[in-house]
T-cell receptor, first 111, second 116 residues
Framework: DAKTTQPTSMDCAEGRAANLPCNHS???????VYWYRQIHSQGPQYIIH???NNETNEMASLIITEDRKSSTLILPHATLRDTAVYYC????????????FGTGTSLTVIP | GAVVSQHPSWVICKSGTSVKIECRSL??????MFWYRQFPKQSLMLMAT?????????EQGVEKDKFLINHASLTLSTLTVTSAHPEDSSFYIC????????????FGEGSWLTVV
């Protein structure tokens, strides 16, 4: 699976949009981009995933660049409960199902 | 939907004893489950992949005789830490992939193991 690069930490003001970037320059054509988050001392929570089109659900939006080498997770109106570590993972649809986690981005939402 | 439950949430055991952690998919069947370990301030490390009815596949460096994994049904996988030592103290997390399609995996709440 392709490796991902994320900033170690970010801050965001409560109520503002949080934009979390992820670089995956070696992504293959059959690899999806997944985002999970982990609130302290809990299991990771699925947020969203996509292949090449932008995606939106009730939690967030995922913007994938046209060359697919990077993506941005957008939390439109961050709340204090969004403070967590956010992981960007790329994996192929076929073959192994394993999810390998990188170091993620620690997002702190500030009141 | 897609709820994964782990039990116990936390456990303390004496050094040299074994401890079992259960992972259940509550509202779906899971042909594949995964076990992770996470040390404080670190990311999740995949330990093994568990397929229902077959032997688990362990990641490089993970001792299969120490971390016994059983996936006897489509809704239950167990991780047994044998002859536990203080260095095995960690946060153990399982995840499950729903059978019948879809590639998203869902995680349990995690289990804290402290070996004293």
């Amino acid at each position: 699976d392709a490796k991902t690069t994320q900033p170690t930490s970010m801050d965001c003001a409560e109520g503002r949009a949080a934009n979390l970037p992820c670089n995956h320059s070696t992504i293959s054509g059959n690899e999806y981009v997944y985002w999970y988050r982990q609130i302290h001392s809990q299991g990771p929570q699925y947020i969203i995933h996509g292949l090449k089109n932008n995606e939106t659900n009730e939690m967030a939006s995922l913007i994938i660049t046209e060359d697919r080498k990077s993506s941005t997770l957008i939390l439109p109106h961050a709340t204090l409960r969004d403070t967590a570590v956010y992981y960007c993972i790329v994996r192929a649809r076929e073959g192994g199902n394993q999810f390998y986690f990188g170091t993620g981005t620690s997002l702190t939402v500030i009141p | 939907g897609a709820v994964v439950s782990q039990h116990p949430s936390w456990v303390i055991c004496k050094s040299g004893t074994s401890v079992k952690i259960e992972c259940r998919s509550l509202d779906f069947q899971a042909t594949t489950m995964f076990w992770y370990r996470q040390f404080p301030k670190q990311s999740l490390m995949l330990m093994a992949t568990s397929n229902e009815g077959s032997k688990a596949t362990y990641e490089q460096g993970v001792e299969k005789d120490k971390f016994l994994i059983n996936h006897a049904s489509l809704t239950l996988s167990t991780l047994t830490v044998t002859s536990a030592h203080p260095e095995d103290s960690s946060f153990y997390i399982c995840s499950a992939r729903p059978a019948g399609g879809g590639n998203t995996i869902y995680f349990g709440e995690g289990s804290w193991l402290t070996v004293v």
